[in-house]
């Protein structure tokens, strides 16, 4: 059985400290969570540590929800021996039948000691995902916090890394892609078994001797999105806008880390999709 030891701090009203406590709600797995003072992030204050046992994960989820926005929350992900655990940043609904939900996911899928991550992500428009996207991550993300980042705009859904974009989902509507534009999303997090696919396709499992598994997370920080002056508020932005377009530099910094660090795409998978084709959004660029 585990004990969780929660150290109780008093903080000075005077200081502003953005607390993981005060913006996010664990939802399951209780006894597998606990908040604790470190001090750490630029602004300060809590950490948020998920556990994994045999008998179960945990999880917690942003006790808003927006309709466009950027999140931006450091995890720092289970270490040595990983494999067949699964710790996620995603974007979900609430009060919407799973069949029309929108999905944004983040999956870190671990590994056996000394292979890397794999950073496994997915789009769900209507209760249908299947747009998958697999990264290699090109550091150690158990030694340190990295920052984990998704922008969601009425043009894009951009996933950074570090700072990094690695994945541009656009909106091609008008060319009958699909793309969420109507449900308020949470962020979520959660440390869960996945063995049956999550590593080297399920072949290696999960090795309970090692167990408890930890994530940590902190420094949730959410940015609703802001349209431009006159502009009511970022659905009603004239198509033409250039409000939410990629900067220059971040159209090179993302081919760059495609380059180097994809490892499928579901867009360029003709084999799967032989049969009824590529996906309309398949068809542009950068995907």
């Known amino acids: 059985m585990l004990t969780f030891v929660v150290v109780a701090v008093v903080v000075d009203k005077r200081v502003a400290m953005a607390l993981m406590y005060d913006d996010v709600e664990v939802v399951w797995g209780a006894d597998h969570s606990f908040f604790y003072m470190d001090g750490g992030g630029d602004a300060g204050g809590d950490t948020l540590a998920l556990c994994l046992d045999e008998t179960h994960g945990s999880g917690f989820r942003s006790k808003d929800a927006y309709l466009y926005a950027r999140f931006d929350i450091d995890i720092m ?6 494999a067949g655990t699964v710790t996620t940043l995603y974007l979900m609904p609430e009060d919407v039948p799973w069949e029309i939900h929108d999905e944004v996911d983040l999956e870190f899928l ?3 000691t000394g292979e890397p991550y794999t950073l ?8 249908k995902g299947q747009r998958e996207q697999q990264f290699r991550l090109w550091f150690d993300p158990t030694a340190d ?7 969601w705009n009425p043009k894009h859904i951009i996933m950074l890394v570090d700072g990094v974009p690695i994945r541009d989902y656009k909106n091609e509507a008008r060319r009958g892609a699909a793309f969420p534009t109507w449900q308020k999303m949470r962020a979520h997090g959660s440390l869960w078994n996945a063995d049956d696919w999550a590593t080297q396709g399920g072949r290696v499992k999960t090795d309970w001797s090692a167990a408890p598994f930890y994530a940590y997370y902190r420094g949730l920080r ?9 502009v009511a508020w970022c659905g009603d932005e004239p198509p033409e806008s250039p409000r939410f ?6 159209a090179a910094a993302l081919r760059k880390a495609r ?4 490892l499928y795409d579901y867009c360029a998978d003709t084999r799967r999709f032989k049969d009824t084709g590529l996906p309309v959004e398949c068809t542009s660029e950068l995907n």
Not at 120 to 127: A, E, K, M, P
Not at 145 to 151: E, L
Not at 259 to 262: A, D, G, I, Q, T
């Open 77 to 82: 992900l289970v270490a040595n021996n990983s």
């Open 145 to 151: 916090f990295h920052t984990y980042s998704i922008i």
């Open 110 to 112: 671990g590994n056996v």
């Open 259 to 262: 380059e180097e660090h994809l």
């Open 245 to 250: 377009e990629l900067q220059a530099t971040d």
């Open 222 to 230: 959410v940015t609703p999105c802001a349209p431009s002056p006159g």
């Open 120 to 127: 496994h992500t997915n789009i769900f428009v209507d209760g």
